[in-house]
């Protein structure tokens, strides 16, 4: 992970049979699914959850994703994959970092960028509307609080 964000969560996965390729590897587009899982944690640990969300009345569409494939998962391989929020005010930007369990090796990393988009209307919003920010406010104080 280049940066490491203020709220992070992590979630815990066996790489599947149903994930491997010809060749025996994990195929290159399930890493998406697993860090997709990673950011609905982090959503759900920010208590803006799919329900929650919805009832906004915002909608927030990736509009931009990278993965960095560093090394080869394979079927049976423990990866953990950590999303961390590193931006939230104008956009909502997450990193992800999935190691192998056992010697924690980098696996691959990754960034997605998500934009508000008003339900209705479909019009971009240039700010993060409050519903989530107070969200964001709410985590950051915990952590504090926390440490």
Known sequence: MRKEGAISA???VTVAFHDIDIIGVM???????YLE???WALMDQLDFG????????????????HVKYLHAARMGDRLNVRASLVEWENRI?????VTRADDQERVARGKSVQVA????????????????LARVR???MRNEIGT
Do not use: C
């Open 27 to 33: 195929w290159h587009g399930h890493y998406l699914k």
């Open 117 to 132: 988009v008003d339900a209705k209307t479909h019009a971009l919003q240039f700010e993060t509307p409050e519903p989530l």
């Open 10 to 12: 992590s979630i815990d």
């Open 37 to 39: 899982t990673a950011r």
């Open 50 to 65: 799919y329900d929650t969300m919805a009832a906004s009345g915002y909608a927030w569409p990736i509009v931009e994703m």
């Open 93 to 97: 930007t997450m990193n992800y970092l």
């Open 138 to 140: 709410q985590a950051l």
